[in-house]
Nanobody
């Protein structure tokens, strides 16, 4: 079955960096777009970044120039490199994939940015 497992979260100071990873299994990874979402305390889950099967990407405005999404089809991995982190980036980050109109989520990884 489809599984998405995130890792790489943690506590970092403002201005620091983290790289999140998402290990995918159970589907033809290379043919699907992969996304990262995040949910801060008391807020709705929101879109962060997406990478398509052709490698093209898009980002939410507030992370453009700071975050980079990449994928490794051979390893079935998707990554989110986060630089110049800010306290407002604090959230649980989720890996997401839509396969045949059904959405799949990972369990999430906590990112906490201290000021």
């Amino acid at each position: 079955q489809v599984q998405l497992v995130e890792s790489g979260g943690g506590l970092v100071q403002s201005g620091g960096s983290l790289r999140l990873s998402c290990a995918a299994s159970g589907f033809a990874f290379s043919t699907y777009a992969m996304s990262w979402y995040r949910q801060a305390p008391g807020k709705q889950r929101g879109f962060v970044a997406r990478i398509y099967s052709d490698g093209s990407t898009n980002y939410m405005d507030t992370v453009k120039g700071r975050f980079t999404i990449t994928r490794d089809n051979a390893k079935k991995m998707v990554y989110l490199q986060m630089n110049n982190l800010k306290p407002e980036d604090t959230a649980v980050y989720y890996c997401y994939c839509n396969i045949d109109l059904k959405g799949y989520w990972g369990q999430g990884t906590q990112v906490t940015v201290s000021s």
